[in-house]
């Protein structure tokens, strides 16, 4: 059974820096991808960022530069390293994996940017 746990959430000054973790209770190998993705208040859910099954990432174009996906096999991680961060950054942030069958979800992680 797959199961995706986020970590890491919280509230932040702009402009500063945080690290979301996603363990995943299978080999990450067992994905053709995985990513994050985030809704904001009032918003669709929207692909933050992903990492192919080759390791291979991919951002939300608005994202690129300061938002940095990253994964560790033996250890079944995911990272969202998110820099410089904004108020509009506010959401859920969720893990995701896409086998080519399913789309596995986690929990949510609420990350607020506020002073």
């Known amino acids: 059974q797959v199961q995706l746990v986020e970590s890491g959430g919280g509230l932040v000054q702009p402009g500063m820096a945080l690290l979301l973790s996603c363990a995943s209770s299978v080999n990450i190998f067992e994905f053709n991808s995985m990513g994050w993705y985030r809704q904001g208040p009032g918003k669709q859910r929207e692909l933050v960022a992903k990492?192919?099954?080759?390791?291979?990432?991919s951002y939300q174009d608005s994202l690129k530069g300061r938002f940095t996906i990253s994964r560790e096999v033996t250890t079944k991680m995911v990272y969202l390293q998110m820099t410089e961060l904004k108020p509009e950054d506010t959401a859920v942030y969720y893990c995701n994996a896409k086998d080519l069958q399913y789309d596995y979800w986690g929990q949510g992680a609420q990350v607020t940017v506020s002073s």
């Open positions: 990492i192919t099954h080759g390791g291979i990432p």
